[in-house]
C-alpha cells in the first residue's frame, strides 16, 4: 500500500487572491433554493419596478431584452463558502432599467416568484455592479438556477442574487429581506467577510 499525501508532498499553493476570505473553489454549481422551484414561462414573466409614488414601471420579456442583452464575466461568492470564478452569464444590465425610473429612495426590496425578498442598496445595482441574467454558461438559465431569470449581483454574496426576480422596490430604508431577516448581514459584501449579523 502507497500513502501520496499531496497536501504534504505538494508545494505549498498560494491562494488564489479572486477568492474572497473563506471561501473555498468548487467546479460543479450547486443549488441553493429555500423553497420549491417556480415555474414562470417567459410569455407570462413580468418585471417591475415600483417607486415611491406607487406607480409601477413594467417591462415584458420581450422589453426587458429589447433594452439590450450583455455577456458578462464573474465570479459568485456563496455565504455557505464556497465560490465560482470566470462564470460566463448574459444579461440586461439594471442601470438600463433605472434610465426611465425617477427613484428619491436609496434602498430596493427585490421580490421573486415564489415570495423571496432580498433587500439592496439601489448604488449596489447601477453602474454596471448588477444584471437581471437569462443565461449562464452558454445556456438559457435553468429554473433550479433561477429561470428564466434572475438578479446576478456578483459584488455582493450570491443570496443578493435572488433568483426568479420579479421585480424591484423602492424603499426609504434598508428593510430586511428573507434571509436577512434570519440573521444575514444586511449588505454582504464577501471581502469584508459580512456572512451574519
Ligand atoms: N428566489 C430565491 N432566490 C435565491 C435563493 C432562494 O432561496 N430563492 N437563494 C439564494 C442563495 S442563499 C443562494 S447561495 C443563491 C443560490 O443560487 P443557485 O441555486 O443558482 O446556486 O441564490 C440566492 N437566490
Ligand atoms: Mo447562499
Same mark, same amino acid.
Given at each position: 500500500?502507497?500513502? *501520496?499525501?499531496?497536501?504534504?508532498?505538494?508545494?505549498?499553493?498560494?491562494?488564489?487572491?479572486?477568492?474572497?476570505?473563506?471561501?473555498?473553489? *468548487?467546479?460543479? $454549481?450547486?443549488?441553493?433554493?429555500?423553497?420549491?422551484?417556480?415555474?414562470?414561462?417567459?410569455?407570462?414573466?413580468?418585471?417591475? #419596478?415600483?417607486?415611491?409614488?406607487?406607480?409601477?414601471?413594467?417591462?415584458?420579456?420581450?422589453?426587458?431584452?429589447?433594452? =439590450? %442583452?450583455?455577456? @458578462?464575466?464573474?465570479?459568485?461568492?456563496?455565504?455557505?463558502? $464556497?465560490?465560482?470564478?470566470?462564470?460566463?452569464?448574459?444579461? %440586461?444590465?439594471? /442601470?438600463? &432599467?433605472?434610465?426611465?425610473?425617477?427613484?428619491?429612495? /436609496?434602498?430596493?426590496?427585490?421580490?421573486?416568484?415564489?415570495?423571496?425578498?432580498?433587500?439592496?442598496?439601489?448604488?449596489? &445595482?447601477?453602474? =454596471?455592479?448588477?444584471? #437581471?441574467? @437569462?443565461?449562464? +454558461?452558454?445556456?438559457?438559465?435553468?429554473?433550479?438556477?433561477?429561470?428564466?431569470?434572475?438578479? &446576478? %449581483?456578483?459584488? &455582493?454574496?450570491?443570496?443578493?442574487?435572488?433568483?426568479?426576480?420579479?421585480?424591484?422596490?423602492?424603499?426609504?430604508? +434598508?428593510?430586511?429581506?428573507?434571509?436577512?431577516?434570519?440573521?444575514?448581514?444586511?449588505?454582504? +459584501?464577501?471581502?469584508?467577510?459580512?456572512?451574519?449579523?
Amino acid at each position: 500500500m502507497s500513502f *501520496v499525501t499531496r497536501g504534504f508532498s505538494g508545494r505549498a499553493r498560494e491562494r488564489d487572491p479572486r477568492l474572497p476570505p473563506g471561501q473555498t473553489l *468548487v467546479q460543479d $454549481w450547486p443549488v441553493l433554493s429555500a423553497g420549491p422551484t417556480p415555474r414562470i414561462d417567459t410569455a407570462e414573466w413580468e418585471f417591475v #419596478i415600483r417607486d415611491e409614488t406607487g406607480a409601477d414601471h413594467r417591462w415584458s420579456w420581450d422589453e426587458l431584452l429589447a433594452l =439590450g %442583452v450583455e455577456d @458578462i464575466t464573474a465570479d459568485i461568492h456563496c455565504v455557505t463558502h $464556497w465560490s465560482k470564478l470566470e462564470m460566463p452569464w448574459r444579461g %440586461v444590465s439594471v /442601470d438600463k &432599467l433605472f434610465e426611465n425610473v425617477e427613484s428619491q429612495y /436609496d434602498y430596493v426590496m427585490a421580490h421573486s416568484y415564489g415570495g423571496y425578498t432580498t433587500n439592496v442598496p439601489l448604488e449596489d &445595482l447601477l453602474d =454596471g455592479r448588477a444584471w #437581471i441574467a @437569462i443565461e449562464a +454558461d452558454g445556456e438559457p438559465l435553468d429554473p433550479e438556477h433561477g429561470g428564466p431569470a434572475r438578479l &446576478l %449581483v456578483p459584488h &455582493l454574496y450570491f443570496w443578493k442574487s435572488a433568483k426568479w426576480v420579479r421585480g424591484l422596490v423602492m424603499m426609504p430604508d +434598508d428593510d430586511p429581506g428573507f434571509w436577512e431577516q434570519n440573521g444575514y448581514h444586511l449588505r454582504g +459584501d464577501p471581502w469584508k467577510e459580512e456572512r451574519y449579523w
